[in-house]
């Protein structure tokens, strides 16, 4: 079978065969080390609002998934070679959302390649394979996105091919990657020829695997993005997978969300896991021992009479709070409507990283925060409110002077229904979601509150002596002068609404992608024993590096950069144990 080939990467860097690099400068590693998205951007937000509405619109005619039945069909072994299965042992991990600003990310891919992680005393080996969860990318899919996001820094932390066994890179593509329809997804990770990522390699065909393990262990992940149906290719490749399934192996299991948080506001959230759990393992007499999912920017487990249910989204992406997370939940949601569907079991809130205190800090920083990594977002508010404040200045001084009988002008009224809209609008769920009258209140709420604020700027101005000076005067002194204030005490108002918006739960995400914090990150590092007792350790980071020290005389397979100072991480919890 073929594929469609990448387009030839630039000539003007050959990763193989150029020096180390003496400096983080972009001619010496082939990549553009990229700050932490700003999600609140105007530009961004307008850009993702639009891609998110046409993969809603078109997402089945961008869906590559149903072409990927052309691709080869396999099952991979990562089983030891020549060891006795029933004896053998492998380390592997797992991380998800990591494709954002160089710092963290690097940081993640840093720790990956390390031969050994000493972690709160005991020694932990480099990873045989890693199951990357998704969202290689933010906040688009493209070729020079993939490049300077997430190749670059994963090719920098391991720039050649390690002695021993080279380790494996398995990716499951998260809504980022979906925004082009898989097509650049599929041309790094799905090449007919899979290239190399420096010392990684590729080894899948499709964007869905399934890995053998040692002790009756395996690795199901599924393609489910967007909300879509799990498509006949990929239901085909399962079911011929599960063929090799003997009654009492044990499954793990990679959604590309975790669809057992998300139904708490969405009932059908879970609705494609139980489907696939129902109709592809469970008739194979398996044991779903443990699920392991991204989207979620935290670590965080719950445990249940069956299985363990983790979210560890921490590879580089911005922090996501913890503190809103339920203390339990029941998996299926009994409100869901799916025929036969698995009866309803309690699933607890164990443990999460970071914890609820400290997450409510992290989100109590908003107001320092959210104005310092989106500066686009205060002058667009500024923007906003001096456009008010001028139509405001305008009518009034109309009113005073007799020639105008109505002190709301059209200006007036468009102005004050761009706020309330705006911020309305804002408060609303994400896409499919269903919008409450909390929201309307909340969202409302916030708009007349902005609307306040630009009557009382238009107090304070008028009451300056600038009305006498003449035309364009007036608008330039309000653009140095009021827009950049009113614009900053805004976009204060903002950040008090999104803070007690999130006690009812309502934009919990901007109030954090806002900030875009670049610490507390994670990922899993997992054994199975001589013994085929699974043990995952969640590592955790509290702190990303800032500063990079160049190593040009390392070794070959040795890292281009290393932290200027150490990295702090520990374990989140104890080791979990799946016996």
């Avoid at 920098?156 to 380790?167: D, K, N, Q, T, Y």
């Avoid at 914090?517 to 994670?522: E, H, L, Q, T």
Wanted: one cysteine or more; aromatic letters at 12%.
């Amino acid at each position: 079978m073929t594929v469609d080939q990448a387009p030839a990467e630039p000539a003007t860097f050959d990763p193989d065969n150029a020096p180390r690099p003496t400096a983080l400068e972009p001619r010496q590693i082939g990549f553009t080390p990229r700050k932490p998205v700003p999600w609140l951007a105007p530009v961004l937000l307008a850009g993702t609002a639009v891609r998110v509405l046409l993969a809603e619109l078109f997402g089945a005619y961008l869906d590559k998934r149903e072409l990927q039945n052309a691709l080869p069909a396999r099952v991979y072994d990562e089983r030891p070679p020549g060891d006795d299965p029933d004896t053998a042992e492998v380390w592997f991990d797992y991380i998800a959302d990591l494709g954002d600003g160089f710092d963290p990310t690097y940081s993640m891919a840093w720790l990956l390649a390390q031969p050994e992680l000493e972690v709160d005393g005991e020694s932990t080996p480099r990873g045989r394979f890693v199951v990357l969860g998704g969202d290689q990318v933010y906040p688009t899919a493209s070729w020079q996105q993939y490049e300077d996001r997430f190749k670059g820094p994963y090719r920098a932390a391991l720039p050649h091919r390690p002695e021993g066994h080279r380790p494996t890179l398995y990716a499951l593509p998260g809504n980022h990657d979906w925004y082009d329809g898989l097509t650049a997804f599929l041309r790094i990770f799905a090449k007919a020829n899979h290239g190399d990522i420096g010392g990684w390699r590729t080894r899948q065909s499709r964007s869905y695997f399934a890995i053998q393990l040692p002790h009756r262990w395996w690795i199901f992940a599924i393609d489910a993005q967007f909300g879509a149906y799990l498509d006949d290719p990929q239901m085909r490749y399962f079911h011929d997978a599960a063929q090799q399934l003997q009654p009492g192996d044990r499954v793990i299991l990679c959604p590309p969300s975790p669809g057992w948080v998300e139904a708490q506001h969405d009932p059908h959230a879970y609705d494609t896991i139980d489907y696939f759990v129902r109709t592809v393992l469970a008739p194979r007499g398996v044991d779903v021992k443990l699920m392991i999912s991204g989207d979620l920017h935290h670590y965080a487990r719950y445990t249940g009479p069956d299985r363990e249910l983790i979210t560890c989204g921490g590879g580089g992406a911005y922090l996501y709070g913890t503190h809103h997370l339920p203390e339990s939940i029941p998996v299926p949601p009994p409100s869901t409507l799916v025929r036969n569907a698995t009866p309803t079991k309690t699933y607890t809130l164990t443990t999460t990283y970071p914890t609820k205190s400290a997450s409510r800090r992290f989100a109590a920083g908003v107001f320092g925060r959210l104005p310092w990594r989106n500066p686009g977002f205060v002058t667009l508010l500024g923007t906003l409110h001096m456009l008010l404040m001028l139509a405001l200045a305008n009518a009034t001084e109309r009113v005073a002077s007799g020639t105008e009988q109505r002190l709301v002008t059209i200006p007036v009224a468009l102005m004050v229904l761009i706020l309330l809209g705006g911020c309305a609008y804002f408060s609303m769920p994400p896409t499919g979601g269903r919008a409450g009258t909390k929201h309307w209140l909340l969202g409302l709420g916030h708009g007349l509150v902005q609307c306040a604020l630009g009557l009382a700027g238009t107090w304070v101005w008028t009451r300056l002596p600038l009305s006498d000076l003449p035309w364009p005067l007036p608008l330039l002194a309000a653009a140095l002068l009021y827009l950049p204030i009113v614009g900053l005490l805004s976009t204060e108002v903002v950040c008090g609404y999104l803070l007690f918006a999130s006690v009812f739960d309502v934009n919990v995400n901007e109030l954090f992608a806002g900030q875009s914090i670049v610490d507390a990150k994670g990922f899993l590092r997992l054994h199975i024993d001589a013994d085929g007792v699974l043990t995952v350790y969640p590592v955790a980071v509290d702190r990303v590096s800032r500063r990079w020290t160049p190593k040009p005389d390392a070794a070959p397979d040795a890292p281009w950069f290393d932290p200027a100072e150490p990295l702090r991480y520990r374990l989140a919890e104890s080791p979990i144990r799946i016996r």
